[in-house]
């Protein structure tokens, strides 16, 4: 890069902002997905004013921007395939405020989700949007993908937490949509639009987001069954019988014999070939009447057991199952391919046996846990030798099938992770022409030069 446009970048983000070294960039290259480019600077904002004028010197010179957040993404958004300058906000991370009074907290994008949670929690607030990568992911990476969570079932996405924004146009003008009231009907929902737009519209420098009171009691069940389309219809038979779980999580068979292979000896291992946990949350003498409702309603649904808890302990040793399943899944040594499919919710019976019908047609072990509730399920290939030619052939066509199968259950490709990188090949097939041409029209007027977060899905 241009020496002239280091100066100017270091003008606007200091001295120390500015990292050409190979360490910072190889860090700045990657996410959690496979793919991975260097870029030619990183730059480390701290402010909003440091982030406008870098968009303003890169805007004048065509570079290419790609903000990263936490960079814990799993569809390689952050990741710069056409080089240029990967903005990371990681230094932006100051909770600006908690309002027990306005119940909204006002921070920077790169405050880390869990540290949020705890600041909320600490003043009897709760802010409820739970990815599993709480611990590492940024808020700005949260609102960018519009990520979800187990609790999103009762509690709903990001997106509904998002009051305001601030947020800096590709041209370096500072814009502040929505606010800090909880209704707001004032213009277009531009909230909305920044929110899940992975990047590619402006760069989040700023949020006013939704907190709710701490709800002070909860109650874990976690029953097993025969099999997996009896734990789906279990599933459905809460919502029939008029239950609103906070979480609805699913595991098949594949999943539970590896936690049996490879979960520590504290966690306990029910038996059956299929695992369900519910959660339910809010006052003591209701959740205690509802989990015994629950019990009940889960027995006569055909569950093998039914274990029950009521303790913050108690409810943290159950999902200590659930939590560990991404790892006894790596620990088996295989690759996992992991697709965050969603269908409605109406079709999850169907959808846990054509996940099981998939891994027949292909060959391939399929490994399904996730959010039931939401018909949100990890559909996971686990692959044992992912380098062969042929075997990498099989797996792109029993990708191919499987978001063929899902689209035709009027289901989507991504429900929580983002398009990014690693779905842009079935964009096209998972997006209505007029909704993809309303995208690009969005793209143009806001970024004409195409200089944010390039090289992503729209680019086809
Ligand atoms: C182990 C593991 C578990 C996960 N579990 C879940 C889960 O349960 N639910 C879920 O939804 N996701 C989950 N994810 C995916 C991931 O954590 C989320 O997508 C998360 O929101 C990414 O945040 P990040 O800060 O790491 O963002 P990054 O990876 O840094 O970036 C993600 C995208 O956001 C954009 N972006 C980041 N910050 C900004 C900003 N300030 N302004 C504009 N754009 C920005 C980037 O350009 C990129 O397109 C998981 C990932 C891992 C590794």
Redesign the pocket.
């Known amino acids: 890069m241009d020496a002239r446009i280091i100066d100017e970048l270091r003008r606007v983000a200091g001295i120390d902002g500015v990292r050409l070294d190979d360490a910072a960039r190889e860090e700045a290259a990657a ?2 997905w496979f793919a991975r480019t260097v870029p030619d600077a990183v730059v480390f904002a701290r402010s909003t004013a440091s982030v406008a004028g870098v968009m303003k010197i890169v805007s004048r010179e065509k570079i290419s921007v ?10 390689g ?2 990741v710069p395939v056409r080089g240029g300058i990967v903005l990371s ?1 990681a230094r932006m991370d100051r909770i600006k405020e908690v309002s027990a009074e306005d119940f909204v907290a006002v921070v920077e ?2 405050v880390i989700t869990g540290h949020l949670q705890d600041a909320a929690r600490r003043k009897g607030l709760f802010y409820p949007p ?4 709480l611990k ?15 609790r999103c079932l009762k509690y709903g996405v990001t997106r509904n937490y998002v009051l305001g924004l601030e ?1 800096v146009l590709a041209d370096g003008t500072v814009a502040r949509v929505g606010g800090r009231t909880h209704k707001n009907k004032t213009g277009f929902d531009l909230v909305g639009i ?1 929110t899940g ?4 519209l ?4 700023e949020a006013t987001l939704r907190l709710l009171p701490w709800p002070p009691s909860r109650a874990v069940l976690s029953a097993s069954f025969p099999d997996m389309p009896k734990a789906a219809a279990a599933v459905q038979s809460i919502f029939a019988h008029g239950h609103l779980p906070s979480a609805a999580e699913i595991a098949d068979r594949f999943t539970l014999e590896a936690a049996r292979k490879h979960a520590g000896a504290e966690t306990a291992i029910p038996p059956g070939e299929a695992h369900l946990l519910v959660e339910i949350d809010g006052q003591e003498a209701s959740v205690r009447a509802e989990a015994a409702e629950l019990t009940g309603l889960l027995r006569d649904a055909h569950a093998v057991s039914v274990e029950s808890a009521t303790t913050n302990e108690g409810c943290d040793r159950l999902w200590a199952l659930r939590r560990g399943f ?1 790892a006894s899944l790596k620990a088996t040594g295989m690759k996992k391919l992991n697709e ?1 499919i969603v269908v409605p919710r109406g079709r999850l019976v169907e959808l846990v046996e054509f996940g099981a019908q998939l891994g027949r047609d292909y060959d391939v072990p399929v490994a399904c846990f996730g959010h039931a509730g939401d018909g949100n399920i990890h559909v996971n290939l686990m692959v044992d030798n992912p380098d062969d030619p042929a075997t990498k052939e099989r797996m792109e066509r029993a990708l191919d099938a499987l978001f063929q199968g899902v689209l035709a259950m009027g289901g989507s490709i991504t429900g ?3 398009v ?1 990188l690693a779905k842009k090949r079935w964009w096209k097939q998972a997006i209505d022409a007029g909704a993809d041409d309303l995208h690009r029209r969005i793209k143009r007027a806001l970024d004409p030069e195409d200089l944010l ?1 390039p090289g ?1 899905f729209l680019d086809q």
Request: charged fraction near 15%.
């Open positions: 996410d959690k790609t903000t990263r957040g936490a960079g814990h993404g799993y569809v958004g952050c906000t994008p790169g739970d990815p599993a990568s590492d992911c940024s808020i700005g990476g949260n609102i960018a993908t519009n990520a979800g969570g187990p947020v920044f737009s992975e990047g590619m402006g760069i989040v420098t991404s965050d929580e992770h983002g990014g977060n992503k």
